[in-house]
């Protein structure tokens, strides 16, 4: 596969709906330690609701798609998450405007629009202990992918690829974002909620981090299956 259609990500999105609802415990336990315990919850709930609405929204225009389940994310996730996962997508899908379908240099291009506008919205940076942490990661591991040739040391053939498979490259990235995830355990928190512990919120790894690693591993899954 080197391509992602609309029919792949709708599948991303099921599977990430059952993600979330499977994970929703953690995800509320991990912000029980540094916030108010509602991140599984309002995950499992904003997913839910894409999956029920997929069928209403345009597979064919995968910019449109990925824009349709910010609107949804927008208005179902609740908290600070919620306008944050909704601004991702959002602007993941103004990036991939009228696309039928993703190649890794599209999708590479949809992350990072969708990571800027994060960053913006949240005005949060690298280390800060939130989602960002396991974004970075994961849009530096594609970029990565797409500069690195497809086979070490193998001469290149007509018709192969000039770069990682998309699927080896989306499965880098989603290990890069749960080392991302999993690096926000000792940082202090500079945002958010749990910024409010100043220290205390150190020890315990991000709710917001830990969901967004869920999601590229269900991408990278669905790209795979
Ligand atoms: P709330 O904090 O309102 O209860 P959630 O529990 O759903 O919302 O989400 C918390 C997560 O949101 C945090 O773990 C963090 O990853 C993320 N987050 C919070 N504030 C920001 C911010 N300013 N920028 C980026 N991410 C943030
Ligand atoms: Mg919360």
Redesign the pocket.
């Known amino acids: 596969m080197q391509t992602l259609s609309g029919v792949h990500i709708a599948a991303w999105l099921e599977r990430a709906a059952d993600v979330m609802e499977r994970e929703k415990a953690f995800l509320t336990e991990l912000?029980a330690a540094i916030?108010?315990s509602?991140?599984g919850v309002?995950?499992a709930r904003g997913f839910t609701a894409v999956r029920t609405r997929l069928g209403g929204l345009d597979h064919g225009d995968v910019g449109a798609l990925l824009k349709g389940v910010g609107m949804i994310l927008l208005s179902t996730?609740?908290?600070?998450?919620?306008p944050?996962y909704g601004t991702l997508f959002r602007e993941a899908g103004q990036r991939a405007a009228g696309a039928a379908a993703l190649d890794l240099a599209a999708l590479t291009g949809c992350l990072e629009a969708g990571l800027d506008g994060?960053k913006r919205?949240?005005?949060?940076s690298l280390g800060?202990?939130?989602?960002?942490d396991a974004l970075v990661p994961a849009v530096d591991a594609l970029k990565a992918a797409l500069s690195a040739p497809a086979h070490a040391g193998a001469p290149a053939h007509a018709g192969a690829p000039a770069h990682a498979s998309l699927v080896d490259a989306l499965a880098r990235a989603a290990e890069a974002a749960n080392a991302g995830a999993l690096a926000t355990v000792p940082l202090v928190a500079r945002?958010?909620?749990?910024s409010y512990l100043g220290e205390r919120s150190a020890g315990h790894q991000?709710?917001?981090?830990t969901s967004c690693s869920l999601l590229l591993r269900s991408l990278a899954a669905t790209a795979g299956a």
Do not use: I
Not at 128 to 132: F, P, Q, R, Y
């Open positions: 912000d916030g108010d509602d991140h309002n995950m996730v609740g908290g600070a998450s919620g944050l994060v919205r949240g005005k949060a800060d202990k939130t989602l960002v945002k958010g909620r749990a991000d709710p917001g981090a």
